[in-house]
């Protein structure tokens, strides 16, 4: 098995477009043997958001510090803090805003399947 | 999509053979439209622990609160704490210690083609 700190994983910019101030480390993926799904972290900056977008596959999300916002694909903003959870399904526009003081973390697993 | 905190999930005990102070809740999972893998969070009370056991899928897990311990399929053991995370393979023994005074909060997400 493989044992390490979330810190210990080098982060890396989302250069997407439509992103600001929004950094990820890969924290279990294929490279670790994991067959199905991988699990990202994401940190966002205050005022930061990730790209208002949508791909064909699920999110499943759980915040970890910081405030902040999810805005769904009617447009309906949902607050976000530690210990909320996220189901996005695929093909659902969304976007995570930070909307508070600090670091907007969040960890958002996406099945092998997925296209980008 | 679904947005809720994690404590709004009613929490059930954990009846299998083995695990002592154990509760689940399932956060995602396939009746919330998950298609590939399902976040569950478990709470170790102190003093518990999961079973010690294996199957043939694997674990993503990501340590919430408290500290433990993880025993790998080689009997070491490895620290766990807020931030820690773990992937465990398909049919390594595993199990999760709480060695603290508080709660040992962690998620642990597994793919659906998991047969328990």
């Known amino acids: 098995?493989?044992?390490?700190?979330?810190?210990?994983?080098?982060?890396?910019?989302?250069?997407?477009q439509g992103a600001v101030g929004c950094r990820m480390r890969c924290l279990i993926g294929p490279e670790d043997g994991a067959m199905n799904f991988t699990m990202r972290q994401f940190e966002v900056s205050p005022a930061g958001h990730t790209p208002q977008h949508t791909h064909d596959y699920e999110h499943e999300v759980f915040v970890l510090?910081?405030?902040?916002?999810?805005?769904?694909?009617?447009?309906?903003?949902?607050?976000?803090?530690?210990?909320?959870?996220?189901?996005?399904p695929p093909n659902e526009l969304h976007q995570f805003r930070n909307t508070g003081p600090g670091t907007l973390k969040f960890l958002c697993s996406i099945p092998h399947r997925s296209t980008g």
Chains 1, 2 share one sequence.
């Open 65 to 88: 510090e910081g405030t902040g916002q999810i805005v769904d694909g009617q447009g309906q903003v949902h607050p976000l803090r530690p210990g909320v959870v996220v189901f996005v």
């Open 1 to 16: 098995m493989k044992v390490f700190q979330d810190e210990t994983v080098p982060v890396k910019p989302v250069e997407m």
